[in-house]
């Protein structure tokens, strides 16, 4: 029996995680919500799996677009709902989920405590078992923890320090900025990223952050202390051979920046040029005994997708985390290495 | 038997060319060419596609890539080059195309002079029949014709004025700018874009352009003199009628700027987000007698690709212009109206 699925706001995650669902064998999209009509909901209305709240029916009705339902009878046909509404709107959303005993995944927009359980598949995939409410982290935070529990796992991690370069607005955002400033965000030290990453990882880790004018990626600087002494060698075989983690060489590719980095992905033939790939700069690896430097990429409109399909597997114990990373990444069609980026690009 | 075709230069223009042809069945990709190793010539090689100036082997054999040939050895297999080099560089491989007797397509960044003939699918198509030079005008030129020669085969034109707001870069350019200002450019009035105009439709035409920090399409903001008075209903049936050219409505769909506009082609799932269709905004056109105005978008990445597909078939007689038009698009996927756009999103 395939679980049964709703998305809670078809927007930038909600519209990828409902293709992402799609696409899995042990799952069934059963509705999508839109709180206002535009293009999007005229795709799904035309799809049949457009809910709307019930006080917005006769919006939808003047813009003459047919609807399947409200989203309270869309809640209570689904086994659990992927909130993907703005920050902040999730938590107005728990008491209907709990009304209608439905289980819910939040987004990293919404507190640790809205659901009291934070989510990254590397790092407690098993721990979502049979809870109610799951929170996925946010992008940033999923980046860092897909590097440190890789790195965690293999050597240990003493201490971390990193410094948040956050892209101003997604590419089809045009009313957020900055255009032209270098914003520290928040400049009272540290940020949340790293208080959000001892939600999942319990470590010793500051971060600090700054919003710059782009939109194609964040950039994560990152300082790591390190249990044991490594050599640069083992931390690229330990990267290597993690999951979700693609390491990029600059030189022989040209892919110097997080614009090469999309067009790579725009190349590899990737919908939207999603890249659900943690994309760390290899060059930049640099060891000094326990210290390790590293530059990493964060695709934020994707990097998410694959961990919000795995907390679906993770609840209702439909596979053990290899086998949820395998059919998610499968089915999405990640890659571990760059030469596989290089057969997709060939393979027009 | 197919025509076979040779892509002199393996870049923006190149790649997405290349691809096209793959999709003809009445063509075959032969070869690309590249002039230094980076992760397309790593994607070209390993489809034995990758021929590189002789004095360049050196360059990939120490980058370790296979090369299946010389672009002399390249352009004697083939019936056809599509110059992508940069603008300026077609001009230097003229005498080479010379020397074997082999046809070529220029882009817009050669002058017309270097190919004697300027093409644009729905102004000239039959005229480049048995030509060995011809020239696919620019992006900016492509959609000002596209335009111009609809409504001058409807109505008839009598003057155009134009102003071109031109992207600063490509998503990919991280060396160009600007980055922080407003450039007449050229600040000698008219810009080339009008006169451009005329090498394939003689029209009393003057533009102006300006370039601005963004990367994703440029912008004209259009004043037409009709030859007749016309109303914007039959404006709007012209440009709904005529092919490569879609109508976008902002009010129902909140698609209201370019930004919008590349996520829609996201959404709809374009290989690198390409918009092939030469974008107007709906709500724009404005009527008053003879006089039209209009804004339309234009994807500088992807907008010529549909017409150097074209260009080959138009050299070698191999179809009608409407038979052209209807393969071309039908393998690329472009669509001519907003019903359409929204099912292929509605198709995940």
Same mark, same amino acid.
């Given at each position: 029996?395939?679980?049964?699925?709703a998305?809670?706001?078809?927007g930038?995650?909600?519209?990828r995680?409902?293709?992402?669902?799609?696409?899995?064998?042990?799952?069934?999209?059963i509705?999508?919500?839109?709180t206002?009509?535009d293009?999007?909901?005229?795709?799904?209305s035309?799809?049949?799996?457009?809910y709307v709240?019930?006080?917005?029916?006769?919006d939808?009705?003047?813009?003459?677009?047919?609807?399947?339902?409200?989203?309270?009878?869309?809640?209570?046909?689904?086994d659990?709902?992927?909130?993907a509404?703005?920050?902040g709107?999730?938590?107005?959303?728990?008491?209907?989920?709990?009304k209608y005993?439905?289980?819910a995944?939040?987004q990293?927009?919404?507190?640790?405590?809205?659901?009291?359980?934070s989510f990254?598949?590397?790092?407690?995939?098993d721990d979502?078992? @049979?809870?109610?409410?799951?929170?996925?982290?946010?992008?940033?935070?999923?980046?860092?923890?897909?590097l440190?529990c890789?790195?965690?796992?293999?050597?240990?991690?003493?201490?971390? +320090?990193?410094?948040?370069v956050?892209?101003?607005?997604?590419?089809?955002?045009?009313?957020?900025?900055?255009?032209?400033?270098?914003?520290?965000n928040?400049?009272?030290?540290?940020?949340h990223?790293g208080?959000?990453?001892?939600?999942?990882?319990p470590? #010793?880790?500051a971060?600090?952050?700054?919003?710059?004018p782009?939109?194609?990626?964040?950039?994560?600087?990152?300082?790591?202390?390190l249990?044991?002494?490594?050599s640069? #060698?083992?931390?690229?075989?330990a990267?290597?051979k993690a999951?979700?983690?693609?390491l990029?060489p600059?030189?022989?590719?040209?892919?110097? @920046?997080?614009?090469?980095?999309?067009?790579?992905? +725009? #190349?590899?033939?990737?919908?939207?040029?999603?890249?659900?790939?943690?994309?760390?700069?290899?060059?930049?690896?640099?060891?000094?005994?326990?210290?390790?430097?590293?530059?990493?990429a964060?695709?934020?409109e994707s990097?998410?997708?694959?961990?919000?399909? @795995?907390?679906?597997?993770?609840?209702?114990?439909?596979?053990?985390k290899?086998?949820?990373?395998?059919k998610?990444?499968?089915?999405?069609?990640?890659?571990?290495?760059f030469?596989?980026?290089?057969?997709?690009?060939?393979?027009?």
């Open positions: 029996m395939a679980v049964k699925v998305i809670n706001g078809f930038t995650i909600g519209k995680v409902a293709e992402a669902i799609v696409k899995q064998d042990d799952m069934e999209l509705g999508v919500t839109k206002r009509p293009y999007l909901a005229m795709a799904a035309k799809r049949g799996l457009l709240p019930e006080n917005k029916l006769e939808f009705k003047k813009a003459d677009l047919e609807v399947a339902g409200t989203i309270d009878e869309l809640f209570q046909k689904v659990v709902v992927v909130d509404t703005p920050g709107v999730g938590k107005e959303y728990k008491p209907l989920y709990e005993g439905v289980r995944i939040f990293g927009g919404e507190k640790h405590e809205v659901a009291g359980f990254s598949t590397l790092c407690n995939y979502a078992k @049979d809870k109610q409410f799951v929170r996925v982290v946010s992008c940033n935070t999923t980046g860092l923890l897909r440190l890789t790195l965690n796992k293999e050597f240990g991690v003493e201490r971390v +320090r990193a410094t948040i956050r892209r101003g607005a997604d590419p089809h955002e045009t009313k957020k900025g900055p255009i032209d400033a270098i914003v520290p928040p400049v009272t030290l540290p940020s990223h208080i959000d990453v001892r939600t999942v990882l470590v #010793d880790i971060t600090t952050a700054v919003v710059v782009t939109t194609l990626m964040h950039v994560h600087v990152v300082n790591v202390i249990k044991e002494e490594v640069r #060698d083992q931390v690229i075989e990267l290597n999951p979700r983690i693609l990029v600059t030189k022989i590719s040209g892919i110097k @920046d997080t614009a090469k980095l999309i067009e790579m992905a +725009r #190349d590899m033939g990737r919908k939207r040029h999603d890249l659900y790939e943690l994309a760390v700069f290899e060059e930049s690896i640099s060891v000094n005994g326990k210290e390790l430097f590293l530059m990493q964060v695709h934020q990097i998410v997708t694959p961990e919000n399909v @795995d907390a679906i597997r993770a609840m209702f114990g439909l596979a053990t290899e086998e949820s990373i395998r998610t990444d499968e089915s999405l069609g990640l890659v571990r290495t030469d596989e980026v290089i057969s997709k690009i060939a393979s027009f």
